[in-house]
């Protein structure tokens, strides 16, 4: 079965709108890739600062791929590159990874 890659991103409250703003700017970014299944960019309501990048793939391969390729477009060009990147919204990040082992969908 898939594989999930939740990127978590700590983000202060006055940067929530320019997070979202920023990945709003670059929907599209993933949905070409191989082995791409789904994107979602949780919220948190409560207990928590951490928004999460839920995204889950057909395998571990198509996930590395990407992190390698198109990753870096979405991203801005991979990170440290000089003063002309704006400031990041998160203050921090974390990937955690899964294997899906159960899931159900409503009936049609
Ligand atoms: C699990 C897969 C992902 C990983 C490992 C990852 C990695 C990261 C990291 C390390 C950051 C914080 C550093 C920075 O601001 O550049 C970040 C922020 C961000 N990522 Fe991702 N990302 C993932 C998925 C995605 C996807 C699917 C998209 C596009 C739909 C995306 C778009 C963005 C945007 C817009 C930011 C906001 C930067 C900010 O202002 O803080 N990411 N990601």
């Not at 709003?24 to 600062?49: I, Q, Y």
């Amino acid at each position: 079965m898939s594989i999930v890659k939740i990127n978590v991103l700590t983000v202060p409250e006055e940067q929530r709108e320019v997070l979202e703003k920023r990945f709003a700017a670059r929907a599209g970014s993933v949905e070409n890739s191989d082995g791409f299944e789904w994107f979602e960019l949780l919220r948190p309501l409560e207990g928590t600062d951490q928004y999460l990048v839920y995204t889950r793939w057909a395998d571990e391969a198509s996930f590395q791929a990407w992190m390698e390729g198109s990753m870096r477009a979405s991203h801005g060009g991979g990170g440290g590159e000089g003063g002309e990147r704006p400031k990041p919204a998160a203050t921090g990040s974390t990937l955690w990874s899964f294997e899906v082992v159960q899931q159900a969908a409503p009936k049609a």
